[in-house]
């Protein structure tokens, strides 16, 4: 009941806003406290209970009549409790006191609009932006272009809006027509281009009416005349997506002299600037960053000089900032920046993401199954439970409250972190509010022991403390090392309430049978251990949403794994081969008998092939991923008909049984079009490249992953007109010939290539407009490759590029060549 009450606060937050919902919690704090408290009360009661049992054993029935039980206290505070409970549900818990009405809701927005301009800042209290003011400015007289469009993009808190402001401020003087639109919480076209004309001296209350009454037509050619003959420069400050400035562009294309600025944090927007007119802030460097941490924080003192008392302190808190300009100005306020964004939330996602340790690349697919074993997401109408969780994510990215660390091959986040400032602050939130505690490289003594969400990670305990949580929900072990095996035990053990159990890399070598007494679990994590083998109690879990074994030493799973109806997800191989140079360095566990009584599957990584694996599939109707070792060529129709059939499948990885089988792909006819990555180990059969699964499905595919097979002389060539919309493209032991080449236009849409171990390669030619879009190509372990690839240099628009273990005459071609001059537009590259 508590947990349900904080929930509903939690929605109260998301719906009505931050005074709301501060009045609302204020309101409801004892009576939460008091529910919190509420289990203790309960077990006193129950002991009280058990007292009175054995009074009435003793004393005999026959004395006890009902004046003497209303006399007994016990009994007036169990109707106490159970009424408060009920009175609080019924208050709280009514849809009215849930959702305001409409037109309180835009009354919100409408008052959370009028403050979002960005404030002005002074010239003299501006920190390193010189050189960015001096582009941009630039930029907009430029000769080159009569109308532009620029973008300025970079994580929330960079400076984008106040660069920006500070522009435009300063040369709006020289545009008849000048006008600033925040976009944020604009949420259509007509609202863009009413904000514009009521921008355009319409001040007056008659002509706002009259803006009013215009639709779509009306507004733009109402724009187009203001704009006749006349200079202009339009601001979109924050924009989030592409249609923003698509649908209203045709307004500013026949125009001579237009400027529009667009500020946002999305890369894909940043990506429609007019060729060379789009500036991706950094962080500031050092010494700006503590010039503008001493402009704020010693705003009174003469020059803002930091006392030389503070200047350690001062130092350690810059550098801690990472040279972020809004940590570093306003480190005090992102406490409220913290509170504010949790109450937005409509649950607490956000904290459960402090638990990871500092820096941790945390993965999408990770979050989002802990958050759903977690019960913090609610399943909404045609989305999944893992949907939701993803789009509860994208928000907490968006309000910067995790930093994109890497994409995958649709553009979606792969892995993500929380700024160390961020994380700080969260946690004290998250301790204030009883939620969690991250007691990484702590003391176990120092944790409450009532807490219901743990981090342990990366603990060295060479002495197992005896510790209960009666009260633990989850607990994050990642990395630890303990030289007893009953820690983690002794946690469980006392956990009745768990719910998550996250062990990855640890030194446990066990998973205890008890376990199987944990019915809440929904979540078990044991990937990269050293764990032979689990409980066969795991057919008590009932309520177990994702197994991952990954990289355990399991080869078999239990035969009870098949009774857990509501699995999920189901991660399971073995690491054969640390090195990776054998042909099955990963082997899958063996399918068990009755798999297909997990009709509720959605990843199945990674299972053996036999005989009866297809008819089992047929079962699996909601897969989205599953991944199949030892495939033999007799397993192939049988196989490959039943995952057509599958419709909302995406990934496939299929490994041949050794590399001398053959894998006929013939009868993979999809009829469903979701399947964008596939991952192929071994032999391919004569061709491939004409079956359906690339005649018919190649243009779909996003992900293709090739290792250990042939494609031709020329792989790269044959394949490209098979999968034009290819973003991810990995060779590894493929044979080709000596001379390797990327025609012009090629692979339009690549942004990863990956040439590695390939022994026939001497040479590699890339055509002037191939691989327009490539980010990262990596090339290794091509040991007859001696020359630098022609016309690598043409590749403007990479970012990383590895040449690494190749022959030992390239390197001194490439310095000759003076290649590292030529390559300079390339920020990371290692040869």
């Known amino acids: 009941m508590a947990g349900a009450i904080l929930i509903a606060i939690a929605k109260i937050n998301s719906i009505i806003g931050d005074d709301a919902a501060n009045a609302t919690i204020n309101k409801l704090s004892e009576k939460v406290q008091a529910l919190k408290e509420l289990p203790w009360k309960v077990d006193r009661i129950r ?51 849930l959702v305001p009405h409409h037109d309180q809701l835009a009354e919100i927005e409408r008052q959370r609009s009028q403050d979002s301009f960005p404030e002005f800042v002074k010239d003299e209290d501006l920190v390193g932006i010189e050189e960015n003011r001096k582009l941009l400015t630039g930029w907009i007289y430029s000769e080159e272009q009569a109308s532009t469009v620029i973008t300025v993009s970079g994580m929330g808190g960079l400076g984008k809006s106040t660069l920006v402001t500070n522009i435009y401020e300063r040369e709006k003087v020289n545009f008849p027509v000048h006008a600033w639109i925040v976009v944020t919480d604009l949420h259509s076209r007509v609202s863009a281009e009413k904000a514009t004309l009521e921008d355009w001296a319409y001040g007056t209350t008659s002509a706002k009416r009259y803006i009013d009454k215009m639709d779509v037509h009306d507004l733009k050619e109402e724009i187009k005349r203001k704009l006749q003959n006349r200079k202009c420069l339009i601001v979109l400050d924050d924009v989030w997506e592409q249609e923003v400035y698509f ?78 300009p809004a940590a570093s100005s306003c480190y005090n306020r992102q406490l409220v920046v913290i509170k504010t964004t949790n109450k937005h939330l409509e649950s607490n996602i956000q904290p459960a993401s402090d638990l990871f340790p500092e820096d941790y690349p945390m993965s999408r697919e990770t979050l989002v199954r802990l958050w759903v074993a977690e019960g913090f997401v ?20 968006n309000r910067n409250m995790l930093e994109v660390v890497d994409y995958d091959e649709l553009r979606r986040v792969s892995t993500c972190k929380m700024h160390h400032i961020m994380r700080d602050l969260a946690l004290c939130v998250a301790k204030e509010e009883k939620f969690g505690s991250a007691n990484d490289y702590g003391e176990l003594v120092q944790v409450d022991k ?89 057919e008590k879990l009932l309520n177990l949403h994702t197994l991952d074994i990954k990289q355990t030493q399991i080869e078999k799973l239990p035969r009870g794994i098949v009774k857990v109806k509501k699995l999920r997800q189901l ?75 599958m419709p909302f499948l995406s990934s496939v ?22 399947l964008h990555r596939l991952i192929v180990r071994g ?43 290819l973003t991810y493209l990995s060779f590894n032991r493929v044979k080709s010939a000596s001379t390797l080449v990327l025609s012009a236009g090629c692979f339009p849409h690549l942004k990863t290539l990956v040439l590695k171990k390939m022994p026939d390669v001497k040479q590699l030619e890339i055509g002037h407009g191939a691989l327009p879009c490539i980010e990262g190509l990596y090339i290794m372990s091509l040991g007859q490759l001696d020359k630098v690839p022609q ?14 273990y190749l022959h030992r005459e390239f390197r001194t071609q490439w310095l000759t060549n003076e290649m590292y001059w030529k390559m300079r537009h390339v920020p990371e590259f290692r040869v």
């Open 450 to 538: 009532n807490v219901r969400r743990l981090s342990l990670c990366g603990w060295n305990v060479n002495v197992a403390p005896k510790v209960k949580f009666p009260y633990l929900r989850t607990i994050v072990a990642q990395g630890i090392i303990s030289s007893s095996p009953d820690m983690v035990s002794s946690i469980m053990s006392e956990s009745n309430y768990l719910t998550v159990l996250e062990l990855r890399d640890s030194e446990i070598t066990e998973v205890p049978a008890f376990i199987g007494n944990l019915f809440h679990l929904q979540y078990i994590g044991v990937r990269r251990t050293k764990v032979k083998s689990f409980p066969e109690s795991i």
């Open 247 to 324: 649908k209203i562009h045709d307004v500013f294309q026949t125009l001579q002299e237009s400027h529009i600025i667009i500020t946002t944090r999305k890369d894909h927007v940043g990506a429609i600037a007019s060729f060379g007119h789009h500036l991706e802030l950094q962080p500031l460097c050092g010494p700006d960053a503590f010039e503008l941490f001493c402009r704020r924080a010693f705003h009174s003192k003469k020059d803002h000089k930091c006392p030389e008392e503070l200047q350690e302190i001062a130092g350690e808190i810059v550098k801690r900032c990472h040279a972020w």
């Open 571 to 645: 991660l399971a191989d073995r690491l054969a081969d640390d090195e990776q140079s054998e042909f099955r360095y990963l082997v899958g566990v063996e399918a068990p008998k009755g798999l297909l009584n997990l009709q509720e599957l959605q990843t199945l990584e990674t299972v053996q092939a036999n005989k009866d694996l297809a008819e089992q599939l047929k079962k699996l109707m909601q897969l989205r991923s599953i991944w199949i070792d030892n495939v033999s060529a007799a397993d192939c129709a049988n196989l490959f008909a039943t995952l057509s059939a």
């Open 47 to 97: 002991m009280k209970l058990t007292i009175m049992g054995k009074i009435i054993q003793q004393i005999g029935t026959v004395y006890l009549t009902d004046e003497l039980v209303k006399k007994l206290d016990w009994g007036v505070e169990i109707e106490g409790q159970i009424q408060q409970v009920i009175q609080l549900k019924d208050q709280w818990l009514q849809p009215s006191q």
């Open 791 to 804: 016309g690598i240099e043409l590749l403007l628009s990479l970012k990383k590029l590895w040449l690494l």
């Open 378 to 397: 609610l399943c909404k109408e045609n989305y999944t439970l893992e949907g939701v969780a993803e789009g509860k994510l994208m928000e907490l990215i």
């Open 683 to 725: 032999r391919w059969a004569n061709e491939t490249l004409e079956y359906p699964i690339f005649r018919n499905h190649g243009k779909h595919l996003k992900y293709l992953a090739l290792s250990w097979c042939q494609l031709g002389e020329d792989p790269l060539g044959f394949l490209a007109p098979h999968v034009p919309n």
């Open 653 to 674: 990885l299929i490994c041949a049984g050794d590399v001398n089988e053959t894998l006929c792909f013939q009868a993979l006819v999809l009829i469903f079009p979701t």
